[in-house]
T-cell receptor
Framework: KNQVEQSPQSLIILEGKNCTLQ??????????LRWYKQDTGRGPVSLTI?????NTKSNGRYTATLDADTKQSSLHITASQLSDSASYIC?????????????FGKGTKLSVIP | DGGITQSPKYLFRKEGQNVTLSCEQN?????MYWYRQDPGQGLRLIYY???????QKGDIAEGYSVSREKKESFPLTVTSAQKNPTAFYLC??????????????FGPGTRLTVL
């Protein structure tokens, strides 16, 4: 069964600090991995997307890494801001199935406090 | 403005009533999707459509129905047969269904509460 596990479930950090969120997956055959940011009560917004051959991708203060051998990904947030408070969702796509075969993690809820 | 709109933002329903959630996109995307999000759970696919007048069941289609009469619109009806409809509903779209790197663009969501 395709699964995506995220850790931690929730995280509280001080403004200005860095943090790393983890994603482990058992999806096969793997196509790509995406990180989304979801503000409370809003729709998710894409941060990064990585295919099998990519092991790092940056989007401003967000840097995602992918290790396809160990089936792990991380999202690193640098110099956190209050606006980073949100849920971060890891999504893995199954190869060859088109964009509708996505497996979603449950998300990590990040709270950045002053 | 280009994007996906969902309406209403909040919806209250009495038990036994059908309700329809609206989803419209002006991105000229081919594929559209409906997801359900419950607290502490990942998004689950209800229905998807890759072309007008065609749609497929997702993982949790029971108690839901959809139509795709226009490329821009993909309404979702939550019927009285859905046992636990209280949830946050998200509509999404992608430009070309068969490309692996397609990003799914999400709407702002509709929160449905059954009283």
């Amino acid at each position: 069964k395709n699964q995506v596990e995220q850790s931690p479930q929730s995280l509280i950090i001080l403004e200005g600090k860095n943090c790393t969120l983890q994603c482990n997956y058992t999806v096969s055959p793997f196509s790509n991995l995406r990180w989304y940011k979801q503000d409370t009560g809003r729709g998710p917004v894409s941060l990064t997307i990585m295919t099998f051959s990519e092991n790092t991708k940056s989007n401003g203060r967000y840097t995602a890494t992918l290790d396809a051998d160990t089936k792990q990904s991380s999202l690193h947030i640098t110099a956190s801001q209050l606006s980073d408070s949100a849920s971060y969702i890891c999504v893995v796509s199954v190869s060859g199935a088109g964009s509708y075969q996505l497996t979603f993690g449950k998300g990590t809820k990040l709270s950045v406090i002053p | 403005d280009g994007g996906i709109t969902q309406s209403p933002k909040y919806l209250f329903r009495k038990e036994g009533q059908n309700v329809t959630l609206s989803c419209e996109q002006n991105l000229n995307h081919d594929a559209m999707y409906w997801y359900r999000q419950d607290p502490g759970q990942g998004l689950r696919l209800i229905y998807y459509s890759q072309i007008v007048n065609d749609f497929q069941k997702g993982d949790i289609a029971e108690g839901y129905s959809v139509s795709r009469e226009k490329k821009e619109s993909f309404p979702l009806t939550v019927t009285s047969a859905q046992k636990n409809p209280t949830a946050f509903y998200l509509c999404a779209s992608t430009p070309i269904p068969q490309r692996e790197r397609n990003e799914q663009f999400f709407g702002p969501g509709t929160r449905l509460t059954v009283l």
